[in-house]
């Protein structure tokens, strides 16, 4: 199975009708964790990720929706039950929710650019990262903020030890041909930058060099969709 990232653009307001159909697809757990949320752009982004990696589980394992169950690390990493070969991660932020499906450790961070306070860097970044940051123009600072911060979640989420992996004691650094490499060495892992919107960077990290070209953009109606239909019926279907 080759690998998949989909992505799904959060409205200003989702239909009350299809909101309440997408928060009965998830698990209960789920459910009572969107509805303590106090800011309904919060509970959109939490409720699209969760439907968004269901969905993109029972289209690729041909599951029905009710048969999926997550189980958890130490450090609240999700793996599927019953299929631990198969690896996802989910990022949101602003406007976008986003989703990294493969049969290598996964990862993937997507981040609004906005201004931030560089003395954040000083304490997250290594050293290396610092320097080069510094050394960016005053107009290419934030962005490059963003596109290191991306790299470097992406990488602490595919290992799945949380914070347990202090960001400074790390580096990734972009390339003139925009290769990214990691330091220090010896883990065979690797990253793609995406272009998803203004305003946006994103960054996938894999511990298998597969990555697709191109993201998928989905709609709630074809979450619906999806989420609705019975996948096993598939799997009897010439």
Request: charged share 25%; net charge neutral.
């Amino acid at each position: 199975m080759s690998a998949e990232i989909v992505v799904i653009e959060v409205p200003s307001i989702i239909n009350i009708n299809e909101y309440n159909m997408l928060l009965s697809l998830v698990s209960k757990e789920k459910r009572s964790q969107i509805n303590r949320f106090r800011l309904v752009k919060d509970a959109y982004r939490t409720l699209l990720g969760e439907a968004l990696i269901r969905t993109a589980i029972m289209s690729r394992l041909g599951v029905p929706n009710e048969n999926i169950a997550f189980s958890y690390n130490e450090y609240g990493k999700p793996t599927l039950i019953g299929c631990e070969g198969l690896h996802f991660n989910v990022s949101h932020s602003g406007d976008w929710v986003v989703a990294f499906v493969s049969t290598a450790a996964v990862g993937i961070d997507v981040e609004e650019v906005r201004p931030i306070d560089m003395n954040i860097a000083s304490s997250y970044f290594a050293k290396e990262e610092y320097r080069e940051l510094l050394a960016k123009s005053e107009g290419e600072r934030t962005a490059f903020f963003y596109e290191l911060w991306t790299l470097k979640e992406s990488y602490i989420k595919a290992k799945g030890e949380g914070l347990s992996i202090p960001l400074h004691s790390f580096s990734v650094a972009i390339q003139s041909d925009r290769t990214i490499t990691l330091k220090p060495e010896g883990e065979n892992v690797y990253f793609k930058q995406y272009q998803l919107a203004p305003h946006y960077k994103m960054a996938a990290c894999s511990f298998k060099n597969k990555f697709p070209l191109t993201v998928s953009h989905w709609s709630i109606e074809e979450l619906l969709v999806q989420l609705s239909f019975d996948w096993s019926l598939r799997k009897i279907q010439p």
